[in-house]
């Protein structure tokens, strides 16, 4: 077994959140970085919660141009990863994410006195394409610090995003309880001001340095694995094709945030009042369990197995959305929050493995331009999932929801295999999930 996997493992299941966060991996340069990402996300629960109505009640948008909007902010965010991966292959990371973030602090403010729709349209674009740029700058940053330790940072990191993000959406809800002109701009405000002061906590920051790591036996390119020196993910077909089936891995995340609450509201009798509880179990379950469950998808094979647990667990709550419809309204409750639970069980796996598996497929010479790539994952899901949700799944009824699980299954199951011939030799000698006596000795020697 090897050492780093052994520490990464004990770190991460031998020891709680609060200790993890104090000495995460990577040391005070980690512990810097999780403080700014989770000062970054409360900024971003600020805008999450109060942008639509902001753009409603105080530009004064009409649904269709609100609409408008947010759509090319979207396709702006999907430009934003291989654009970060592309720069960071050529300028340091640190001062790169600085320039994000003092970026997305200028367009804020500027939203402040940007009335009209030709202004804000690219006002709103430049910003979710500062903010996806920060997201690869984030992982590859995290990358390079935590080495062999990654899956226990990225753990740590999504706690800390997601405490941050509702620590800010609740600050949001008092502001929009007010109600007045000058409270949105309040929130507006305060999104700005974390944008500094997470740019000021990346500036106390060393830059980081890639972590040699031992190129197991074998040839990799024999294996089916880029060969050391290929610095383009573009003519790379593997990587692409991971990423690519990547997309619909990456499916959770709209099934909880538009599918669950939609298919609620036209297709249950569950109470309305239901629906923030999704998000309240996500936050939740993600602050609590992430770090545990990084444990379980650490390294090539281990990785890949997560891959298919998340597409069993995916089916699986497609199925009990599926059966939502069957019963009266406290029992649509049940399953529908049985199907949250669900759902944010998958995306613990998804969100782990997803980014393990993109670190390991790339050569490690040519990592920041194939992260970047990989980013486009998640962009291009959030653009096209709600779409695919309310035309064809929630279209077609339970039998949709079925198909839905039974698709994201399938794709799981393709993933896996392509990922660990391409791996192969790195999953010949990985560990077994559970650690030995021997091992668990170690941990506490």
Sequence with gaps: MRRGALRGRCASGGHGLIAQLRNPPGGRNAKVMLLALAVDRTGSGLWAASSVLYLTFVAHLSAPRIGVLLGVAGVAGIVGSPLAGRLASRFPVRPLLIGCHLLRLSTLSLLLICTGFDALLPTVAITYLGDRAAKTLEMLFATRTAGERRATYQALSRSSANAGYGLGAGIAALGLAVGTIDAYRALILGD??????????????????????????????????????????????????????????????????????????????????????????????????QVRVSAWAEG?????????????????????????????????????????????????????????????????????????????????????????????????????????????????????????????????SEPSPQPSAAARSACTS
Excluded at 260 to 286: D, G
Aim: hydrophobic content about 55%; overall charge positive; charged content about 10%.
């Design 192 to 289: 700005a001001l974390s944008f500094a002061i997470a740019a000021a906590l990346v500036w106390r920051t060393r830059e980081p340095r890639d972590h040699v790591e031992v190129t197991p036996p074998g040839d990799r390119a024999a294996e089916g694995q880029p060969a050391i020196g290929h610095k383009s993910p573009w003519r790379d077909r593997g990587y692409l094709l991971f990423v690519l089936l990547d997309i619909p891995m990456n499916i959770d995340d709209s099934v909880l945030s538009v599918g669950l609450p939609l298919w609620l509201v036209n297709h249950t009798s569950a109470p309305h009042a239901l629906v923030p509880t999704f998000l309240i179990i996500n936050t939740v379950m993600v602050v609590a369990l």
């Design 300 to 428: 090539p094979r281990l990785a890949a197995r997560a891959v298919l647990l998340y597409g069993v667990m995916m089916f699986v709550s497609c199925a009990v959305v599926a059966s939502a419809t069957g019963g009266g309204a406290w029992a649509a409750a049940v399953v529908l929050l049985a199907a949250a639970l669900l759902v944010t069980l998958a995306e613990l796996m998804r969100s782990v493995s997803s980014w393990e598996l993109a670190v390991l497929l790339a050569p490690q010479d040519a990592r920041a331009p194939y992260l970047g790539v990989a980013g486009m994952s998640q962009s291009i899901q959030r653009s096209a999932g709600p779409p695919l949700l309310t035309g064809l799944v929630m279209a077609a009824g339970p039998a949709g929801w079925v198909a839905l699980g039974a698709v994201v299954a399938g794709l799981s199951v393709i993933q896996r295999t392509g990922c660990l011939r391409r791996l192969r030799p790195l999953s010949i």
